[in-house]
C-alpha cells in the first residue's frame, strides 16, 4: 500500500505513538477496522471527501471565495496540525474568507 512518506504519520512515524510498531502494522488495523463497513457508505464518505465544494454550483460557478463569504454562521474551526485529511493551514484560510459570520480558528 502507498502512503505518501511526506506526511508526519509516516515520515516521524507518529504511528509508534498510536501502539503501531511498523506503518505496515498500521494499515493493516485500517483495513481490519474498514473491513465491517459497508461498502457504499465508504464509497459515499470517499466521495464527499472528493467532491464537496460549496462553489461548484450555479449561484457561485466554482469562486470558493465568493461561497465561503456567503456563510454566516458562527463556528469555532478546531483542527489538528496533525491531521492528514483536512490541514490546519486550509482551515484557516476558510476561516478568514468566512469573516462576516463571525469564524475563528482555536489551535
Known sequence: PYIHTTYPITREKLYTQLGFNTLEDLLLYW?????????????C???????????????FLGDIVKALRSIRAQM?????????YFH???SKWEVEQIKAGGGRVQY
Request: net charge negative; no cysteine.
Open 31 to 43: 483495513e481490519q477496522d474498514h473491513l465491517t463497513w459497508d461498502a457504499n457508505d465508504l464509497l
Open 45 to 59: 464518505m470517499l466521495k464527499t471527501w472528493q467532491k464537496a465544494d460549496i462553489s461548484q454550483n450555479n449561484l
Open 76 to 84: 469555532i474551526v478546531m483542527p489538528s496540525k496533525t491531521d492528514q
Open 88 to 90: 490546519f493551514q486550509d
